[in-house]
T-cell receptor, first 114, second 114 residues
Framework: EAGVVQSPRYKIIEKKQPVAFWCNPISGHNTLYWYLQNLGQGPELLIRYENEEAVDDSQLPKDRFSAERLKGVDSTLKIQPAELGDSAVYLC????????????FGPGTRLTVT | GNSVTQMEGPVTLSEEAFLTINCTYTATGYPSLFWYVQYPGEGLQLLLKATKADDKGSNKGFEATYRKETTSFHLEKGSVQVSDSAVYFCALSDHGGSQGNLIFGKGTKLSVKP
């Protein structure tokens, strides 16, 4: 069974540029999460999808961040424009449902904003 | 609000030493508790879990017991191996409106020397 796939693995951009991250969850997993992980910190939830619906986006900075999950499968997370403080690892995870105790994480995208 | 506090690392041990990584939590109600592990270059993966008080989670020689009276979920292993070198995250998930959302501690880096 393939795991959660994320791309790119690494991205370096200049501040004020846009950037997008892509996530393909495990087949059949209805719930998808995007997390932000700063250096030396644990992951923090940005947004959770149940199928194609964003059901918890309270921690997503909506002035510059946006996300979508078309057809309830793949998801993209976008930042526009990027700021220096956005440098971090962006993690995607999926689970069968919100009732499932186990989330499966992708390897993450490490973003560096210069 | 809900939160998780872990002992700070890094922790450096010799092979076959005893490991304890402390974790305490603050939560309303009775959350489920988890330990996730992140090996170098890989995504987070669930190590063990406990869903109610006095439950003991165990996997790969690691154990943790859900202690409601001390709000703790300490991770232990009797004899660590070099292959256990990783970052360990304690996490909780409440059973209320944000069920399924994980709140992580900052992580504890473990290095095991031969």
């Amino acid at each position: 069974e393939a795991g959660v796939v994320q791309s790119p693995r690494y991205k370096i951009i200049e501040k004020k540029q846009p950037v997008a991250f892509w996530c393909n969850p495990i087949s059949g997993h209805n719930t998808l999460y995007w997390y932000l992980q700063n250096l030396g910190q644990g992951p923090e939830l940005l947004i959770r999808y149940e199928n194609e619906e964003a059901v918890d986006d309270s921690q997503l900075p909506k002035d510059r961040f946006s996300a979508e999950r078309l057809k309830g499968v793949d998801s993209t997370l976008k930042i526009q424009p990027a700021e220096l403080g956005d440098s971090a690892v962006y993690l995607c995870a999926s689970s069968v449902s919100r009732d499932s105790y186990e989330q499966y994480f992708g390897p993450g995208t490490r973003l560096t904003v210069t | 609000g809900n939160s998780v506090t872990q002992m700070e690392g890094p922790v450096t041990l010799s092979e076959e030493a005893f490991l304890t990584i402390n974790c305490t939590y603050t939560a309303t109600g009775y959350p489920s508790l988890f330990w996730y592990v992140q090996y170098p270059g890989e995504g987070l993966q669930l190590l063990l879990k406990a869903t109610k008080a006095d439950d003991k989670g165990s996997n790969k020689g690691f154990e943790a017991t859900y202690r409601k009276e001390t709000t703790s979920f300490h991770l232990e292993k009797g004899s660590v191996q070099v292959s256990d070198s990783a970052v360990y995250f304690c996490a909780l998930s409440d059973h209320g409106g944000s069920q399924g959302n994980l709140i992580f501690g900052k992580g504890t880096k473990l290095s095991v020397k031969p």
